[in-house]
């Protein structure tokens, strides 16, 4: 059963960064995108940054220019980079990744940005 196994939150003051990353435990064939997503208390989750499987990149408004989505074929890992922090992006941070045929979620990993 494939399983995504995300790692890298935690609390972080104002201004700093963190590098979060999601590891698939096997091979998913026919990726059409990987993502981050992030649910805040209260709120609906929303996408943060996606890539698709042609490259194309995608990211919220609110975090250009701060997040960068990548991806290691070669570890089966997907990362973002995040920098510049905001109390406002405190959240549970998800990994997805969709096929042509099912979705797949992570188990969330908090991100507390103090101020």
């Known amino acids: 059963q494939v399983a995504l196994v995300e790692s890298g939150g935690g609390l972080v003051q104002a201004g700093g960064s963190l590098t979060l990353s999601c590891t698939i435990s096997e091979t998913i064939f026919n990726i059409n995108a990987m993502g981050w997503y992030r649910q805040a208390p209260g709120r609906q989750r929303e996408l943060v940054a996606g890539?698709?499987?042609?490259?194309?990149?995608k990211y919220t408004d609110s975090v250009k220019d701060r997040f960068t989505i990548s991806r290691d074929k070669a570890k089966n890992t997907v990362y973002l980079q995040m920098s510049s922090l905001k109390p406002e992006d405190t959240a549970v941070y998800y990994c997805?990744?969709?096929?042509?045929?099912?979705?797949?979620w992570g188990q969330g990993t908090q991100v507390t940005v103090s101020s």
């Open positions: 890539v698709t499987s042609r490259g194309d990149i």
């Open positions: 997805n990744v969709e096929s042509w045929d099912a979705g797949y």
